[in-house]
């Protein structure tokens, strides 16, 4: 099994590229890291490849071999200068909106920190968002998606980089899953009672978000359920919080009882959604 670190966003990135539904846009949230650095990069150039086999990029075609030279001219990179993205450098990008692409099978637009956007630019690349240009995919990394307008996360499709996930031990593992259970099948009550033997330990408190976090997004490979997407988000909020020291009870039975919640009572809309483009 690989539950390492963000080898399930590199598979879920995958099953875009293998079946071709590739969103407009996409939102890398997540920490930094050199794991992100590197399926981010892998991703942008099976987005090129003329001919990737099984989702991955064939290292061999023309549009690769541009790319492993860096000198792709279908890829297209902002990073914010000093503290802030404006204008002017978004607007370096108009001119190519107008071409197909060059080499590759898409044109390809990565913008780090969209959170550093001034208010002009902002808006100006939610327009860009709003109207998809046919053969345009735009990457927007970032470590704190909640500082972005909601406006333009709900245009991209989010992926969650966790980082620094170790692989599950099978006792672990097998905890987990047990864990999960109570969440789909037990009673909020059962549930608080597993949380009280638990205690106020905050890093046993995030292995077991980070657990249950991994065995839901496994799910969530094979079946794309909104519900399932809320669950992740609700599992990450709660991360976060406990990073932010709040109190560790609380954050386990108000994040595990709404994931409760959601799984037991979810609705079951697939999300294989509008942004598609050919
Ligand atoms: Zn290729």
Not at 29 to 45: L, P, T
Not at 169 to 188: M, N, W, Y
Not at 239 to 262: D, F, G, I, W
């Amino acid at each position: 099994m690989k539950l390492r670190g963000d080898s399930l966003v590199r598979g879920q990135l995958k099953e875009d590229l293998k079946k071709g539904s590739i969103a407009h846009a996409y939102l890398m949230a997540g920490r930094s890291s050199e794991e992100k650095k590197e399926i981010v990069m892998w991703f942008v150039q099976g987005l090129l490849c003329l001919e990737p086999e099984d989702g991955h990029p064939c290292n061999a075609c023309v549009s690769c071999q541009a790319w492993l030279q860096q000198l792709h001219p279908d890829y297209h990179y902002l990073q914010p200068e000093g503290n802030s993205l404006k204008m002017e450098q978004l607007r370096l990008w108009n001119s190519f909106f107008r071409y197909r692409p060059n080499l590759g099978r898409h044109q390809v637009f990565l913008l780090e920190q969209p959170e550093l956007l001034t208010a002009p630019a902002a808006n100006s690349l939610l327009k860009v968002l709003e109207e998809p240009l046919p053969g345009t995919v735009f990457l927007l990394t970032t470590e704190d998606e909640r500082s972005l307008l909601p406006t333009i996360v709900s245009r991209c499709r989010v992926v969650y980089f966790r980082g620094g996930g170790e692989k599950l031990g099978s006792g672990e593992e097998q905890e987990a899953d047990s864990f999960v259970r109570i969440l789909k099948d037990g009673t909020p009550a059962k549930l608080l009672k597993e949380l009280r033997l638990l205690g106020s330990d905050r890093g046993v408190a995030r292995n077991l978000l980070q657990a249950v976090l991994t065995v839901l997004e496994r799910e969530y490979r094979f079946e794309r359920k909104s519900s399932l997407a809320t669950c992740l988000s609700l599992l990450l909020e709660g991360m976060r919080q406990l990073e932010e020291n709040a109190s560790v009870p609380l954050v386990l039975s108000l994040t595990l009882y709404r994931v409760q919640r959601k799984l037991q009572c979810g609705s079951t809309i697939v999300l294989e959604s509008r942004d598609e483009n050919g």
